[in-house]
């Protein structure tokens, strides 16, 4: 039986701009940027609408993006599309979950308003560090980086492309000892902060203490998480798996692996920007992928899902 996925991404697919012609033409969606403001205590449309330079510091980029996401969602799901499952990339896993039915928005853009506060302040700037690998298999990378003190795998975006985390040092070494092994290039990343990285399990203990103070609701849909690549059907399990997912790589190839492993063939990306679409072109190219980033893809995407079915 076919499956569709709504799909969330993270860090790195904002920008300026983005969620604004679903403010000025959503209702539900301007209810959201506006709840948020004064949840956050943001100005959360300056923040999302106009260049600033604010977005792409992780404390703020993290709730803005999240609430763009989420308002985005309250236009599909109005517009009759659904899903049989969600999933997000890091930050849009939070996302997901909202999507899902697990915890309400406002809950879910406060908490990675947390998120980004911890992982943007745990490591001391300039500490830590993240390093694209291009064209190199994930299973050599992980064996030329074992014997390298310091340093892990972040991400596991898709085949070719793989993310490496930790401390300054070990990640430079690591990514010299990359090439010499084969690895077409490495790219060091401007981040602000290992994420993905044991250098973060504590900050991960820190959201620990705010996800129990968050109401969690039973699922209406399933997820799959980050730090397995399983679905999750039962919420109880969610407050472990993001404390945990702060500080653990995240599996999004085996994620999407998994989900066309049992059924889903079409999935909707929501939010700004095409990342996920394409890390789905070097994971599969049998499954179809839309995206909605702007209001006109709204009506492209239902009227893509209606000719399908």
Not at 22 to 42: I, K, M, T
Not at 49 to 76: G, H, P
Not at 268 to 277: D, K, M
Request: charged fraction near 25%; hydrophobic fraction near 45%; charge should be negative.
């Amino acid at each position: 039986m076919s499956k569709t996925v709504f799909l969330y991404p993270g860090q790195g697919a904002q920008k300026a701009g983005m969620g604004k012609d679903f403010y000025e033409n959503s209702a539900l969606a301007r209810e959201l940027y506006d709840e948020a403001c004064e949840a956050l205590g943001l100005d959360m449309k300056a923040l999302c609408f106009e260049e600033n330079d604010k977005l792409d510091l992780t404390e703020y980029t993290q709730a803005a993006l999240v609430t763009t996401c989420l308002a985005m969602t309250r236009v599909v799901k109005e517009a009759g599309l659904k899903a049989d499952v969600t999933a997000g990339l890091s930050l849009g896993e939070y996302a997901a979950i909202a999507a899902a039915g697990g915890m309400k928005e406002l809950d879910a853009i406060r908490l990675v308003r947390k998120r980004g506060i911890l992982m943007q302040n745990t490591v001391p700037a300039g500490k830590g560090a993240m390093c694209a690998v291009m064209a190199m298999d994930a299973e050599k990378i992980e064996q030329v980086i074992a014997d390298i003190d310091g340093v892990t795998v972040a991400n596991y975006n898709c085949p070719g492309q793989i993310v490496i985390t930790g401390e300054k040092a070990a990640v430079e070494q690591a990514a010299e000892a990359l090439k010499a092994a084969g690895a077409k290039r490495t790219v060091m990343l401007n981040v602000s902060g290992p994420f993905h990285s044991p250098m973060l399990a504590s900050a991960g203990e820190e959201l620990r203490k705010a996800l129990g103070q968050i109401e969690m609701s039973p699922l209406a849909l399933p997820y799959v998480t980050n730090v397995n690549a399983k679905e999750v059907t039962d919420i109880n399990e969610t407050r472990g798996l993001l404390a945990r997912q702060v500080s653990s790589p995240v599996r999004w190839m085996q994620s999407m692996e998994y989900l066309i492993g049992n059924g889903a063939d079409t999935f909707v990306e929501i939010g700004p920007g095409r990342t996920l679409a394409g890390f789905m072109k070097k994971i599969s190219r049998e499954v179809k992928i839309l995206n909605i980033g702007t209001w006109e893809d709204v009506e492209k995407a239902a009227a893509a899902l209606k000719a399908e079915n």
